[in-house]
């Protein structure tokens, strides 16, 4: 957890820091509450992709106090290339996410914010891997888990612009997704968890980006 220290420094002090200008500033700032939908466009590109197919779509509430409550659910199937050099991998699964958003308003069209989420993912993987020879014959082996469950945290720092139609609005955010606990198996372990990304690592950076409506 030591690497993360710093990242939660800078949030908070990037917090303050804008608090500080955003109350400084002369213009009367409006928080728009009321429930919110939006949809992860960024993975809608993974359906023509041979690797990944991924969803992901989501609610959120905004109250008055600048606390944006959120939940997310997805679908995917992944199918890294790089998981074997010699076999096929294959991860498919659900997840979710629940959280929530601080939101720091640049003006009325622009906002910064800043968030912490618990996500959960119900899974399953497959895959094969062979060892090829020349003298002796081809020696393949295949693994099936199902019911597989993980779940951690993500530290979120974003913005989002509304569009000329305020009801709508572009936005972008950067996760770092901390892995809390998952199954694990030998000796061929789950390389990727829908929602999370690979294994390899206890924490995985991610880029989202999303459209947003506005009731």
């Not at 888990?145 to 974003?158: I, Q, T």
């Amino acid at each position: 957890m030591k690497p993360l220290l710093p990242l939660v420094f800078s949030l908070l002090f990037t917090l303050i820091f804008l608090k500080g200008n955003a109350q400084e500033d002369s213009t009367k700032l409006v928080i728009d509450t009321g429930l919110e939908v939006y949809l992860d466009y960024g993975k809608l590109i993974t359906q023509f992709s041979e690797f990944e197919s991924k969803l992901e779509a989501g609610i959120a509430i905004q109250l008055s106090n600048k606390l944006a409550p959120n939940f997310q659910a997805g679908y995917a199937t992944l199918e890294p290339a790089t998981a074997f050099e010699n076999g096929t991998y294959k991860s498919t699964g659900y997840y979710g996410r629940i959280g929530v958003n601080y939101l720091i308003p640049f003006d009325n069209t622009n906002t910064f914010f800043v968030g912490i989420k618990y996500a959960l993912a119900f899974y399953e993987d497959e895959g094969m891997y062979e060892i090829s020879s020349d003298i002796f014959d081809t020696y393949s082996v295949s693994f099936s888990e199902k019911d597989l469950e993980a779940n951690w945290f993500e530290l979120v720092m974003g913005s989002e612009k509304k569009l000329k139609n305020e009801k709508w609005a572009v936005g972008g955010q950067f996760t770092l997704r901390v892995m809390n606990q998952r199954d694990k198996f030998s000796p061929v372990d789950t390389y990727a968890i829908p929602g999370y990304g690979r294994t390899l690592d206890q924490t995985v950076p991610a880029v989202n980006v999303y459209l947003k409506y506005k009731f």
